[in-house]
């Protein structure tokens, strides 16, 4: 397992530097069946902070592949490594978070078609938020 720590720099770091940091892919996944289900685990003291990351990371990976940055594969790699470190084994904490990325895609989906100035402007901002979050997940709950 990918420390916390590890995988949330990686992405503080490529915020920074204004590389991509983070995606997956935009399919839903289907629901268990009950006898499928995990039993409900309980939410890590940080879990909300990191859906709302995942959300933002969803909107900036929308926003760099319309203004075709270039790299834009590594936040689809990079949100798969958080989601392989923070919910492996947690089919509903992983469903969460896919949902806040889908969530965070779609938003921006349905207001930017063409790559504007205000388009630039709001990945730079929520890239600036991703980075804060991160720093802020880290410092208080990293290991």
């Not at 204004?18 to 629901?31: D, E, H, K, N």
């Not at 969460?96 to 063409?114: C, E, I, P």
């Not at 938020?129 to 720093?135: D, V």
Request: net charge neutral.
């Amino acid at each position: 397992m990918i420390p916390l720590r590890r995988v949330l720099m990686c992405v503080v770091v490529c915020a920074g530097a204004a590389m991509p940091v983070c995606a997956m892919s935009q399919g839903q996944t289907t629901p268990a069946t009950p006898e499928e289900a995990a039993p409900k685990s309980v939410p890590a003291p940080y879990d909300d902070k990191l859906a709302r990351l995942a959300e933002v990371l969803g909107s900036v990976h929308y926003l760099r592949t319309l203004c075709k940055a270039e790299n834009s594969d590594e936040w689809r790699r990079d949100m798969q490594q958080l989601l392989d470190s923070e919910a492996k084994d947690e089919p509903q904490r992983k469903e969460k978070l896919t949902a806040a990325f889908n969530r965070g895609y779609r938003a921006f989906a349905s207001v930017y078609t063409d790559c504007t100035r205000a388009a630039i402007v709001a990945e730079e901002r929520y890239r600036n938020e991703g980075a804060t979050l991160t720093t802020e997940i880290t410092s208080r709950f990293g290991n």
